[in-house]
T-cell receptor
Framework: GESVGLHLPTLSVQEGDNSIINCAYS??????FIWYKQESGKGPQFIID?????DKRQGQRVTVLLNKTVKHLSLQIAATQPGDSAVYFC????????????FGQGTRLTINP | EAQVTQNPRYLITVTGKKLTVTCSQN?????MSWYRQDPGLGLRQIYY???????DKGDVPEGYKVSRKEKRNFPLILESPSPNQTSLYFC???????????????FGSGTRLTVV
């Protein structure tokens, strides 16, 4: 069945370094991908999205890369800050009228001072 | 402030005692959905609604009911809760099904339910 997974469940980085969070998706026909950030005690919050006709999209300090050949999605966070500590989820939207997002299990990002 | 409001935030109940988790959004969104979040399983969709009086099952609908009598409200009903429904629940809304459903997803703060 459809599944979206993350390569690493936890990631620790030094404050100021760049972070890369990876995601593998299984449905090659998915046409839309999203990264969410979930802080402790809160619901997921939208970070950045990308459509399948693109391979890169940049936001403020964040970049999403999409490699459809290997069905891989990544989130790059530049100059990580303590406020970036959270669980990050990737999600895909299958195309055939499915009214849902398929979420990965999440990666916990910890920023070391 | 645009938001999705869930109540209660925390709930401990006993097996078999009917309960309702309320969800309300003030953004006039057409699409609403319920997810449960469990360790190692991520977020899984329970039910969704594309508009008033239109609801459909997600991936894990067993043991749950929903209703959409008004556009702003989408309550989740557990008629006879069981311990395997202990979980963290999120309600989400989106402006339109046709808009991809992702960018427009606004999540509530969650309801942590424990069934003993």
């Amino acid at each position: 069945g459809e599944s979206v997974g993350l390569h690493l469940p936890t990631l620790s980085v030094q404050e100021g370094d760049n972070s890369i969070i990876n995601c593998a998706y299984s449905n090659s026909a998915s046409d839309y991908f999203i990264w969410y950030k979930q802080e402790s005690g809160k619901g997921p919050q939208f970070i950045i999205d990308i459509r399948s006709n693109m391979d890169k999209r940049q936001g403020q300090r964040v970049t999403v890369l999409l490699n459809k050949t290997v069905k891989h999605l990544s989130l790059q966070i530049a100059a990580t800050q303590p406020g970036d500590s959270a669980v990050y989820f990737c999600a895909e939207k299958p195309p055939q009228g499915a009214q849902k997002l398929v979420f990965g299990q999440g990666t916990r990002l910890t920023i070391n001072p | 402030e645009a938001q999705v409001t869930q109540n209660p935030r925390y709930l401990i109940t006993v097996t078999g005692k009917k309960l309702t988790v309320t969800c309300s959004q003030n953004m006039n969104h057409e699409y609403m959905s319920w997810y449960r979040q469990d360790p190692g399983l991520g977020l899984r969709q329970i039910y969704y609604s594309m508009n008033v009086e239109v609801t459909d099952k997600g991936d894990v609908p067993e043991g749950y009911k929903v209703s959409r009598k008004e556009k702003r409200n989408f309550p989740l009903i557990l008629e006879s809760p069981s311990p395997n429904q202990t979980s963290l629940y999120f309600c989400a809304s989106s402006p339109s099904v046709g808009q991809g459903g992702g960018r427009g997803y606004t999540f509530g703060s969650g309801t942590r339910l424990t069934v003993v």
